[in-house]
């Protein structure tokens, strides 16, 4: 038989699902605000999985998906090994529907986990290291783009230690699968440039897998990233053998793919970055994410506050979009369908069919 598992103030017996937290921050006004998980202890050893959602606090669909799979599709007798659910990692961020946290506005994805003495975010991001992520064999991040015409993907970030994981885990969960390759020239370790000991960086250079999910319409809830959530989650699950059975064959259905090696395809799809404008007003997009959009092709127009189209944005090069952004509110895009210079109009990608 095998041991109770403790993450927080949850103890779970073998079999069993708990919910507690993990001990979080204080408010000043000396209130605790602590990190809700719920751990499901399967009858049968086996492996860890982390179902993580709401790094950022205004992208809810994620916490949707590990209520239904914690609480409905899961249970204790069917499971080998543990999953964990984090439905809410930053509360702080949450309780004011901010994408930071609104008491430093820091991302807890991007912190140093290492510093447990450190700052507000800082703290939370060690809690959640220590009780959780360290712990876990394969983990899901769940994020959302806030536009409803986004497309549904995934980043993948291999490192020397992940790689063979991530691209199972991709294949796996079967949406439009975004690669970025960081690898450092010195040699193996953490994603990122400055190293720094974040969650996934720090899960990285341990060979902990992770794998980003992005859903879309991220402030209310609908059906289709549920079961898009679900199904790819599942999947993930059997892949790593916490789940009996094989996953099913081939990408999702039902919505937009663009194709790679991983999804049924060939060749690898990247990250091109924001697409940017010069002029100010109310943002118009004008192409549909997931389709082809040749360099030079005008993605989004902006009228001015009297009326005026002022700027046609153009596509910087043969690609794709994954999702309209819009203007900055609360430190992230995002807020309302306008932009200000400079400002976020439309993440792109492109797809290399020969790599
Ligand atoms: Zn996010």
């Known amino acids: 038989m095998s041991d109770a598992v403790k993450v927080g103030d949850v103890s779970a017996e073998p079999g069993t699902r708990e919910q ?3 001990e979080g921050v204080e408010l000043t006004t000396g ?7 719920v751990v499901l202890n399967g009858s049968k050893e086996g492996p860890t999985a982390l179902l993580f959602s ?10 949707a998906v590990t209520h239904e799979m914690i609480h409905e599709r899961l249970s204790p007798d069917e499971v080998a090994g543990t999953v964990i659910a984090i439905p809410v990692a930053n509360p702080l961020a949450f309780m004011h529907a901010t994408y930071r946290s609104w008491i430093d506005n820091r991302d807890v994805g991007y912190v140093n986990v290492e510093n447990t003495e450190g700052n507000t975010t800082e703290r939370l ?34 490192t020397e230690e992940t790689e063979a994981d991530v691209e199972r885990a991709a294949e796996a969960f079967g949406i439009t699968t975004v690669r970025k390759d960081n690898i450092v020239e010195s040699g193996p370790g953490p994603i990122g440039a400055d190293r720094v000991p974040t969650l996934s960086n720090k899960g990285a250079a341990e060979g902990i897998p992770e794998l980003m999910v992005e859903f ?7 059906e289709t990233s549920l079961r898009v959530g679900v199904d790819g989650t599942l ?33 690898v799809n990247r990250a091109h970055g924001m697409v940017r404008n010069d002029s100010g007003g109310i943002l118009y997009p004008r192409q549909p ?12 127009d902006i009228v001015d506050l009297h009326g005026n189209h002022v700027e046609s944005v153009k596509m910087p090069v043969d690609g794709y979009l994954w999702a309209y952004a ?15 210079s400079g400002g976020k109009v439309v993440y792109a990608f492109t797809h290399e069919e020969n790599v």
């Open 235 to 267: 999947n993930v699950l059997r892949e790593f053998d916490l789940l009996e059975g094989e996953p099913s064959e081939g990408p999702q259905e039902d919505i937009t793919l663009v194709p790679c090696q991983y999804t049924g395809g060939h060749g």
């Open 289 to 300: 994410t997931g389709e082809f959009v040749a360099e030079g092709e005008t993605v989004a």
């Open 54 to 63: 709401t790094q950022h606090g205004k992208e809810l669909q994620g916490t």
């Open 125 to 158: 991001a060690s809690a959640i290291w220590e009780n959780a992520w360290s712990k876990a064999d394969i983990v899901v991040n769940y994020h959302c783009n806030d536009h409803p015409d986004s497309l549904y993907f995934q980043i993948i970030e291999p």
């Open 326 to 340: 819009g203007s900055q509110q609360f430190a992230t895009s995002g807020g309302m369908q306008t932009i200000e």
């Open 216 to 222: 879309i319409n991220g402030r209310y809830l609908d």
């Open 20 to 22: 507690g937290y993990i």
């Open 31 to 37: 209130d605790s605000i602590n990190i809700p998980v």
